[in-house]
């Protein structure tokens, strides 16, 4: 389903918005991520990090994860924002792109940042022949 871009511009806000609550002391890298429900709903996190690194948990996946945790049941995700205050957008990692995939396989991802530049792809572009629930069912 298209977003229109009234709705952009929020889950773009949403995830600007985000990157300032993150909790990122090590990497001091700071990420803000929102998603968009196909109900019209946005869910947004931020990077939590931790002591032990590899525990680090990505903005995407905090979005999606209190999108679950708020009672989403069936969730579907249309359109995830990403930004990051840096030159260049930044894309989300492989362990994201599976989880995105999970609930939004078809789904818009808008990366911005401070410069211009803006990454807009589709999760299938991000993450082809993406191994997902359909998988386990066949
Ligand atoms: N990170 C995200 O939150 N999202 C991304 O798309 C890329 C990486 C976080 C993880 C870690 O807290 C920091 O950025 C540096 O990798």
Redesign the pocket.
């Known amino acids: 389903m298209p977003v229109f871009p009234a709705q952009l511009d929020q889950l773009k806000a949403a995830a600007r918005q985000a990157s300032q609550q993150?909790y990122?002391p090590?990497?001091k890298?700071k990420?803000g991520?929102a998603i968009l429900t196909r109900t019209g709903k946005i869910y947004a996190g931020?990077?939590?990090?931790n002591a032990s690194y590899g525990l680090?948990?990505?903005?995407?996946?905090?979005a999606i994860f209190n999108a679950v945790a708020a009672g989403e049941k069936k969730l579907k995700i249309e359109c995830v924002a990403?930004y990051?205050p840096t030159t260049e957008p930044?894309?989300?990692?492989g362990a994201?792109r599976q989880v995105i995939n999970e609930f939004g396989p078809k789904a818009r991802i808008v990366?911005t940042c401070r410069g211009r530049s803006v990454l807009d792809a589709t999760l299938d572009q991000l993450l082809p022949n993406a191994f997902g629930p359909g998988n386990l069912s066949k």
């Not at 930044?90 to 990692?93: G, N, Q, R, Y």
Request: proline share 4%; hydrophobic share 35%; charged share 10%.
């Open positions: 993150a990122a090590y990497s890298f990420v991520a931020c990077n939590v990090e680090c948990n990505c903005a995407e996946r905090t990403i990051t930044t894309a989300p990692c994201c990366s």
